[in-house]
Protein backbone atom coordinates (compact mmCIF):
# COMPACT_ATOMS: atom_id res chain seq x y z
CA UNK A 1 0.00 0.00 0.00
CA UNK A 2 1.20 3.57 -0.82
CA UNK A 3 0.44 6.61 1.01
CA UNK A 4 -1.64 9.02 -0.36
CA UNK A 5 -1.59 12.77 -0.73
CA UNK A 6 -4.06 12.98 1.59
CA UNK A 7 -3.41 10.86 4.23
CA UNK A 8 -0.35 11.67 4.21
CA UNK A 9 -1.02 15.78 4.57
CA UNK A 10 -2.87 15.00 7.47
CA UNK A 11 -0.85 12.16 9.21
CA UNK A 12 2.03 10.54 9.96
CA UNK A 13 0.86 7.26 8.34
CA UNK A 14 2.33 3.74 8.18
CA UNK A 15 3.21 2.18 4.89
CA UNK A 16 2.83 -1.06 6.21
CA UNK A 17 1.54 -0.96 9.73
CA UNK A 18 3.52 -3.44 12.17
CA UNK A 19 3.69 -3.95 15.98
CA UNK A 20 5.70 -1.32 17.08
CA UNK A 21 3.32 1.62 18.03
CA UNK A 22 3.92 5.13 16.37
CA UNK A 23 5.68 6.47 19.17
CA UNK A 24 8.42 4.06 18.83
CA UNK A 25 8.88 4.44 15.41
CA UNK A 26 9.37 7.79 15.55
CA UNK A 27 11.47 7.29 18.17
CA UNK A 28 13.54 4.83 16.62
CA UNK A 29 13.79 7.21 13.32
CA UNK A 30 14.91 9.70 15.70
CA UNK A 31 17.85 7.56 17.04
CA UNK A 32 18.75 7.45 13.27
CA UNK A 33 18.64 11.03 12.92
CA UNK A 34 15.60 11.14 10.56
CA UNK A 35 12.16 12.47 11.24
CA UNK A 36 9.36 13.16 8.29
CA UNK A 37 6.41 14.90 9.16
CA UNK A 38 3.57 15.65 6.42
CA UNK A 39 3.85 18.64 4.08
CA UNK A 40 0.68 21.21 4.66
CA UNK A 41 -2.10 20.64 2.67
CA UNK A 42 -1.29 23.40 0.36
CA UNK A 43 1.33 22.03 -0.82
CA UNK A 44 1.64 20.18 -4.55
CA UNK A 45 1.46 16.68 -4.99
CA UNK A 46 5.01 16.55 -4.62
CA UNK A 47 7.14 15.74 -1.33
CA UNK A 48 4.71 13.92 0.50
CA UNK A 49 7.09 14.02 3.58
CA UNK A 50 9.88 15.97 5.21
CA UNK A 51 12.26 16.07 8.09
CA UNK A 52 10.90 18.30 10.79
CA UNK A 53 14.14 18.54 12.56
CA UNK A 54 18.66 18.52 11.62
CA UNK A 55 19.85 16.68 14.43
CA UNK A 56 23.67 15.65 14.77
CA UNK A 57 24.46 12.14 13.50
CA UNK A 58 24.74 8.90 15.82
CA UNK A 59 28.61 8.32 13.86
CA UNK A 60 29.37 12.26 14.32
CA UNK A 61 31.49 12.81 16.82
CA UNK A 62 30.55 15.41 19.34
CA UNK A 63 31.81 18.69 19.11
CA UNK A 64 31.68 18.13 15.05
CA UNK A 65 29.07 20.14 13.23
CA UNK A 66 26.19 17.73 12.75
CA UNK A 67 24.90 16.10 9.76
CA UNK A 68 21.66 16.56 8.31
CA UNK A 69 19.30 13.78 6.78
CA UNK A 70 16.34 14.67 4.63
CA UNK A 71 14.06 11.84 3.19
CA UNK A 72 11.60 13.69 0.32
CA UNK A 73 9.14 11.02 -1.17
CA UNK A 74 7.34 12.39 -4.60
CA UNK A 75 4.00 11.03 -6.55
CA UNK A 76 5.98 10.87 -9.93
CA UNK A 77 9.10 11.66 -11.51
CA UNK A 78 8.38 14.83 -12.92
CA UNK A 79 7.87 16.08 -9.41
CA UNK A 80 11.28 14.98 -8.37
CA UNK A 81 13.08 15.76 -11.53
CA UNK A 82 11.79 19.52 -10.78
CA UNK A 83 12.57 19.73 -6.95
CA UNK A 84 15.93 18.29 -7.67
CA UNK A 85 16.09 21.17 -10.48
CA UNK A 86 15.29 23.68 -7.75
CA UNK A 87 17.52 22.66 -5.48
CA UNK A 88 20.27 21.85 -7.77
CA UNK A 89 20.07 25.74 -8.77
CA UNK A 90 19.67 27.20 -5.16
CA UNK A 91 23.24 25.42 -4.17
CA UNK A 92 24.52 26.51 -7.29
CA UNK A 93 23.70 30.36 -6.34
CA UNK A 94 24.28 29.90 -2.95
CA UNK A 95 27.80 28.23 -3.45
CA UNK A 96 28.98 30.64 -6.44
CA UNK A 97 28.13 33.39 -4.00
CA UNK A 98 30.16 32.02 -1.29
CA UNK A 99 33.00 30.40 -3.19
CA UNK A 100 32.93 31.90 -6.81
CA UNK A 101 32.70 28.15 -8.08
CA UNK A 102 30.28 25.38 -7.48
CA UNK A 103 32.15 21.64 -7.59
CA UNK A 104 29.42 19.41 -8.56
CA UNK A 105 29.80 15.61 -8.66
CA UNK A 106 27.98 13.48 -10.94
CA UNK A 107 27.18 9.39 -11.12
CA UNK A 108 25.81 7.81 -14.09
CA UNK A 109 22.82 5.83 -14.31
CA UNK A 110 19.34 7.16 -13.93
CA UNK A 111 19.97 10.43 -11.82
CA UNK A 112 21.56 11.54 -15.32
CA UNK A 113 17.75 12.26 -16.82
CA UNK A 114 16.73 13.16 -13.49
CA UNK A 115 18.62 16.36 -14.31
CA UNK A 116 17.09 16.81 -17.24
CA UNK A 117 14.90 20.12 -16.26
CA UNK A 118 18.18 21.94 -15.28
CA UNK A 119 18.30 22.11 -19.37
CA UNK A 120 15.04 24.30 -19.29
CA UNK A 121 14.19 27.63 -18.42
CA UNK A 122 14.04 29.15 -15.88
CA UNK A 123 17.07 27.26 -14.57
CA UNK A 124 19.01 27.42 -17.99
CA UNK A 125 19.07 31.46 -17.98
CA UNK A 126 19.05 31.81 -14.34
CA UNK A 127 22.16 29.37 -13.49
CA UNK A 128 24.89 30.77 -13.16
CA UNK A 129 26.89 27.90 -15.25
CA UNK A 130 30.21 29.75 -15.59
CA UNK A 131 30.86 28.70 -11.78
CA UNK A 132 30.27 24.83 -12.02
CA UNK A 133 33.24 22.54 -12.00
CA UNK A 134 31.81 19.13 -12.64
CA UNK A 135 33.00 15.65 -12.02
CA UNK A 136 32.06 12.02 -11.32
CA UNK A 137 31.63 10.10 -8.36
CA UNK A 138 32.59 6.89 -10.11
CA UNK A 139 33.62 6.11 -14.00
CA UNK A 140 33.57 3.22 -16.04
CA UNK A 141 37.46 2.81 -17.74
CA UNK A 142 35.98 2.95 -21.23
CA UNK A 143 36.56 5.28 -23.60
CA UNK A 144 34.83 8.70 -23.75
CA UNK A 145 32.39 8.16 -26.70
CA UNK A 146 31.67 4.35 -25.80
CA UNK A 147 27.89 3.65 -24.86
CA UNK A 148 29.00 3.12 -20.96
CA UNK A 149 30.61 5.87 -20.20
CA UNK A 150 29.17 7.74 -17.63
CA UNK A 151 30.83 10.93 -19.07
CA UNK A 152 28.89 10.30 -22.17
CA UNK A 153 25.60 9.76 -20.43
CA UNK A 154 26.13 13.17 -18.89
CA UNK A 155 27.05 14.85 -21.82
CA UNK A 156 24.24 13.20 -24.18
CA UNK A 157 21.95 14.01 -21.66
CA UNK A 158 22.91 17.61 -19.82
CA UNK A 159 26.26 19.00 -20.17
CA UNK A 160 25.46 19.53 -24.24
CA UNK A 161 22.32 21.35 -23.40
CA UNK A 162 24.01 24.08 -20.65
CA UNK A 163 27.32 26.45 -21.04
CA UNK A 164 29.54 24.94 -18.67
CA UNK A 165 33.21 25.84 -19.55
CA UNK A 166 34.50 22.93 -21.60
CA UNK A 167 37.66 23.17 -19.38
CA UNK A 168 35.66 22.94 -16.14
CA UNK A 169 34.46 19.43 -17.28
CA UNK A 170 36.73 16.80 -15.85
CA UNK A 171 36.36 13.66 -17.68
CA UNK A 172 38.74 10.84 -16.56
CA UNK A 173 41.64 10.04 -18.85
CA UNK A 174 40.43 6.97 -20.88
CA UNK A 175 43.82 6.06 -22.22
CA UNK A 176 44.90 5.11 -18.76
CA UNK A 177 44.27 1.81 -16.99
CA UNK A 178 41.90 1.79 -14.33
CA UNK A 179 44.86 1.92 -11.81
CA UNK A 180 46.57 5.02 -13.92
CA UNK A 181 43.04 6.35 -14.36
CA UNK A 182 42.18 6.73 -10.33
CA UNK A 183 45.66 7.93 -9.69
CA UNK A 184 45.80 10.98 -12.50
CA UNK A 185 42.38 12.05 -11.25
CA UNK A 186 43.31 12.07 -7.79
CA UNK A 187 46.04 14.63 -9.04
CA UNK A 188 44.29 16.67 -11.02
CA UNK A 189 42.01 16.95 -7.95
CA UNK A 190 44.64 17.87 -5.33
CA UNK A 191 45.61 20.85 -8.18
CA UNK A 192 42.45 22.00 -8.17
CA UNK A 193 42.04 22.24 -4.35
CA UNK A 194 45.69 24.11 -4.13
CA UNK A 195 44.01 25.89 -7.02
CA UNK A 196 40.66 26.82 -4.51
CA UNK A 197 38.54 25.60 -7.11
CA UNK A 198 37.55 22.43 -4.13
CA UNK A 199 37.43 23.06 -1.14
CA UNK A 200 39.38 21.06 2.03
CA UNK A 201 37.40 19.94 4.80
CA UNK A 202 38.46 21.01 8.13
CA UNK A 203 36.58 18.30 9.43
CA UNK A 204 38.13 15.17 7.59
CA UNK A 205 41.36 16.60 6.00
CA UNK A 206 39.70 15.28 2.42
CA UNK A 207 38.60 17.66 -0.47
CA UNK A 208 34.60 18.55 0.37
CA UNK A 209 32.93 19.02 -2.66
CA UNK A 210 29.77 21.55 -3.11
CA UNK A 211 26.93 18.75 -4.44
CA UNK A 212 27.04 14.91 -5.20
CA UNK A 213 24.41 13.90 -6.95
CA UNK A 214 23.85 10.03 -7.29
CA UNK A 215 22.15 7.36 -7.55
CA UNK A 216 22.04 4.23 -5.41
CA UNK A 217 21.28 0.48 -7.13
CA UNK A 218 19.49 -2.23 -6.32
CA UNK A 219 22.15 -3.88 -4.13
CA UNK A 220 22.93 -0.60 -1.93
CA UNK A 221 25.91 0.50 -3.84
CA UNK A 222 26.76 4.19 -4.41
CA UNK A 223 29.50 5.31 -6.47
CA UNK A 224 31.71 2.41 -7.59
CA UNK A 225 31.33 1.11 -4.14
CA UNK A 226 30.16 -2.22 -4.06
CA UNK A 227 28.72 -4.83 -0.98
CA UNK A 228 31.36 -6.58 0.26
CA UNK A 229 34.22 -5.25 -2.27
CA UNK A 230 37.29 -4.18 0.15
CA UNK A 231 37.29 -0.70 -1.60
CA UNK A 232 34.25 -0.16 0.35
CA UNK A 233 36.94 0.09 2.81
CA UNK A 234 39.37 2.39 1.62
CA UNK A 235 40.13 5.67 4.04
CA UNK A 236 43.27 7.17 2.83
CA UNK A 237 42.76 7.52 -1.10
CA UNK A 238 40.49 10.03 -2.62
CA UNK A 239 39.77 7.94 -6.03
CA UNK A 240 40.74 4.29 -6.11
CA UNK A 241 39.52 1.65 -9.26
CA UNK A 242 37.94 -1.80 -9.33
CA UNK A 243 38.49 -4.04 -12.21
CA UNK A 244 35.69 -6.70 -11.01
CA UNK A 245 32.70 -4.34 -10.41
CA UNK A 246 29.30 -6.98 -10.36
CA UNK A 247 27.69 -4.36 -12.50
CA UNK A 248 29.52 -4.41 -16.16
CA UNK A 249 31.44 -2.91 -17.06
CA UNK A 250 34.24 -4.41 -14.32
CA UNK A 251 36.85 -1.79 -14.76
CA UNK A 252 36.02 1.77 -12.98
CA UNK A 253 37.46 4.45 -11.16
CA UNK A 254 35.40 5.81 -7.89
CA UNK A 255 35.74 8.43 -5.40
CA UNK A 256 36.29 6.96 -1.64
CA UNK A 257 33.74 6.96 1.04
CA UNK A 258 35.37 9.56 3.20
CA UNK A 259 36.14 11.80 -0.22
CA UNK A 260 31.81 10.98 -0.40
CA UNK A 261 31.54 11.75 3.36
CA UNK A 262 33.44 14.93 3.23
CA UNK A 263 30.69 16.71 0.93
CA UNK A 264 28.55 19.62 2.10
CA UNK A 265 25.51 18.14 0.17
CA UNK A 266 24.66 15.04 -1.43
CA UNK A 267 21.38 14.57 -3.42
CA UNK A 268 21.05 10.97 -3.00
CA UNK A 269 18.11 10.27 -6.33
CA UNK A 270 16.61 6.72 -5.54
CA UNK A 271 13.64 5.58 -7.84
CA UNK A 272 11.48 2.16 -8.35
CA UNK A 273 10.61 -0.55 -6.25
CA UNK A 274 13.53 -2.50 -7.31
CA UNK A 275 15.15 0.02 -4.72
CA UNK A 276 12.98 -0.74 -1.86
CA UNK A 277 15.08 -3.43 -0.47
CA UNK A 278 18.02 -1.64 -0.02
CA UNK A 279 15.68 1.93 1.12
CA UNK A 280 14.64 -0.42 3.59
CA UNK A 281 17.59 -1.85 5.33
CA UNK A 282 19.09 1.93 4.98
CA UNK A 283 16.17 4.24 6.51
CA UNK A 284 14.14 1.74 8.50
CA UNK A 285 14.54 1.72 12.25
CA UNK A 286 15.89 -2.08 12.43
CA UNK A 287 19.61 -0.88 12.19
CA UNK A 288 22.18 -3.84 11.71
CA UNK A 289 25.53 -2.10 11.81
CA UNK A 290 27.54 -5.57 11.47
CA UNK A 291 26.72 -5.81 7.49
CA UNK A 292 25.88 -2.05 6.31
CA UNK A 293 25.76 -1.48 3.16
CA UNK A 294 27.33 1.30 0.93
CA UNK A 295 24.58 3.46 1.05
CA UNK A 296 24.48 3.10 4.62
CA UNK A 297 28.38 4.19 5.26
CA UNK A 298 27.35 7.14 3.13
CA UNK A 299 27.56 9.63 6.38
CA UNK A 300 28.70 13.28 6.10
CA UNK A 301 30.63 14.91 8.79
CA UNK A 302 29.56 18.14 7.91
CA UNK A 303 27.13 18.27 5.38
CA UNK A 304 23.26 18.05 4.37
CA UNK A 305 22.14 14.78 2.58
CA UNK A 306 19.03 14.63 1.10
CA UNK A 307 16.87 11.21 -0.30
CA UNK A 308 14.86 11.97 -3.50
CA UNK A 309 12.91 8.95 -3.72
CA UNK A 310 9.08 7.65 -4.81
CA UNK A 311 6.34 5.64 -3.55
CA UNK A 312 8.16 2.29 -4.88
CA UNK A 313 11.18 2.77 -3.57
CA UNK A 314 9.76 3.47 0.11
CA UNK A 315 7.14 1.34 -0.11
CA UNK A 316 8.99 -1.58 2.74
CA UNK A 317 9.29 1.39 5.13
CA UNK A 318 7.23 0.77 7.80
CA UNK A 319 7.96 3.80 9.68
CA UNK A 320 6.17 6.22 7.87
O1 LIG B 1 28.47 4.07 -13.08
C1 LIG B 1 27.54 3.62 -12.48
O2 LIG B 1 27.17 2.46 -12.62
C2 LIG B 1 26.78 4.51 -11.59
O3 LIG B 1 27.45 5.64 -11.19
C3 LIG B 1 26.11 3.78 -10.45
O4 LIG B 1 26.66 3.99 -9.19
C4 LIG B 1 24.68 4.20 -10.46
O5 LIG B 1 24.54 5.51 -9.98
C5 LIG B 1 23.82 3.26 -9.66
O6 LIG B 1 24.01 1.95 -10.11
C6 LIG B 1 22.36 3.60 -9.77
O7 LIG B 1 21.98 3.50 -11.10
P1 LIG B 1 20.44 3.60 -11.48
O8 LIG B 1 19.95 4.87 -10.90
O9 LIG B 1 20.43 3.61 -12.98
O10 LIG B 1 19.79 2.40 -10.90
Not at 278 to 306: F, I, R, W
Request: hydrophobic share 40%.
Amino acid sequence: MSISAAAASTSLSPVNPRRSSPASRVSALLRRSLLWRPLSSSSSSHSLLRPVSAMASPRTAAGEAASRKKLIIFDDEEDLAASLAKRTAELSARFAAERGAFTVVLSGGSLVKALRKLTEPPYLEAVDWSKWHVFWVDERVVPKDHADSNYKLATDEFLSKVPIPAGQVYAINDALSAEGAAEDYETRLSQLVKDGVIGMSPVTGFPKFDLMLMGMGPDGHVASLFPDHPVVHENQKWVTFVKDSPKPPPERITFTLPVINSSACIALVVTGAGKAGAVHKALSEEQNTSDLLPVEMVSLQDGELTWFTDKPAVSMLSSL
